[in-house]
């Protein structure tokens, strides 16, 4: 049994010397019994949601107004809570609590949609992944390159250029990731989640702190109903552009559907698991809304319509020093741990795919038993060690080559956060229930499902903008620095 097990997934704990598994150790189909709950959950969720994007919602909400600006961010929470309680109840087919459980979004959509639906899916959720970890590399060093500019700007002034290369920051964050990528799978992150977590609350807390300072000294900027203002700001086509690209901003700024049912993976099965995500989810996203909202109101309030792209990177703030510094080398520490959230999946799909493609290669599903000191046991497979090694280099390398990647990664986050957010977990719900055709709740389902699609394809047309933009003045190997 023990060697069938082994040939089946890459994620048993190891066995004992006999070969002897205790059925106490695993679950209802054979796999290691998971232990998560719905705190360890949240606390994904939210090191998966609550990036260093944060910062950047106060030039958002200049882009959008008082008035649009908060619509449209308690208007994406709603859509991304309810779509995300959909899609936990799809974990588990046919039935959400007793039904077989899918291990990956690839498997929810192939037991509820099947055909193309599952390529799509693929598709569309292991680019973004892609794109987000290459994109969270650029977005570390640039954190971390701030907090040597912080330090130049305080001893010689803030006239001073101090310019700093992010690629040797980029290569120690690619460094620390080859470590921590070896960290199994998703069961055993919880400590770096939470970790990263607690980091993301220090970091928006004190860009919150810094606002509210700042009103109170110099007291609120201009702001307007309907932000930036046209012949005064920004012309009439920026305008446009801006409003698109701040309406993708906050709608991908929400999305974590990308690694939802890795993360409900990780529950235990009592409670069950959609109980439990579903109240990971609402702590998960209320808790975001609440700090979106005060960064955003309290950073417009600060800086008014020439809000910064990212207050704490791009310099609004240069002092206290100390308190910048902190605050930079907390988004690193957090982006650290956001990273291993969205790579893990990937590192999953291939290892999974790899153990069923060449079940007796030795090289891929063989483990050798390390004595790790202060740990214990650590079980080594030669495959995972190479292959994701050499996946942290690669993207190192291509965040170095494209310094514009945050551009690409919106324009990704823009395709895919339809189909992932909204398209498949609506669907797959009305599969579910067997909505019957032009039912009151199958009009409102559709109506939402295209409402969101207009969006997408809106900050789809802003973020090609952008790319373009940035291609004119392409360099590769040169970072780009926010002033």
Known sequence: ?????????????????????????????????????????????????????????????????????????????????????????????????????????????????GGRSVQLCGLAQYGNLIG???????????????????????????????????????????????????????????????????????????????????????????????????GVDVSASEKVWRAFQAIGDVAFAYAFSTVLVEIQDTLKSSPPENKSMKRATAVGVTTTTLFYMMCGVMGYLAFGNDAPGNFLTGFGFYEP??????????????LIGAYQVFC????????????????????????????????????????RLVWRTAYVIVSAVLAMIFPFFNDFVGLIGAASFWPLTVYFPVEMYIARTKIRRFSFTWVWLKILIWSCFIVSLVALVGSVQGLIQSLKTYKPFQAVQEE
């Open 1 to 113: 049994m023990a060697k069938e097990m082994q040939k089946n997934s890459m994620y048993i704990e190891q066995n004992d010397p006999e070969g002897d598994i205790r059925k106490d150790f695993l679950d209802d189909d054979g796999r290691a019994k998971r232990t998560g709950t719905w705190v360890t959950a949240s606390a994904h969720i939210i090191t998966a949601v609550i990036g260093s994007g944060v910062l950047s919602l106060a030039w958002a909400i200049a882009q959008l107004g008082w008035v649009a600006g908060p619509a449209v961010l308690m208007a994406f929470s709603f859509i991304t809570y309810y779509t995300s309680t959909l899609l936990s109840d799809c974990y588990r087919s046919p039935d959400p609590v007793t039904g077989k459980r899918n291990y990956t979004y690839m498997d929810v959509v192939r037991a509820s949609l």
């Open 132 to 230: 987000v970890t290459i994109g969270y590399t650029i977005t570390a060093s640039i954190s971390m390159v701030a907090v040597k500019r912080s330090n130049c700007f305080h001893r010689h002034g803030h006239h001073v250029k101090c310019y700093t290369s992010n690629n040797p920051l980029m290569i120690i964050f690619a460094c620390i990731q080859i470590v921590l990528s070896q960290i199994p799978n998703f069961h055993k992150l919880s400590w770096l989640s939470i970790l990263a977590a607690v980091m993301s609350f220090a970091y928006s807390s004190i860009g919150i702190g810094l606002s509210i300072a700042k009103v109170i000294g110099d007291g609120p900027h201009a702001t307007t109903l309907t932000g930036t203002t046209v």
């Open 321 to 334: 020093f100390w308190l910048v510094d902190f605050a930079n080398a907390c988004i690193a520490v957090h």
């Open 344 to 383: 893990q999946p990937i590192f999953g799909f291939v290892e999974k795919w790899c153990n069923k493609r060449w079940p007796e290669n030795k090289f891929i599903t063989s483990e050798h038993g390390i004595n790790v000191p202060c740990y214990g046991v650590y079980h080594v497979n030669s495959f």
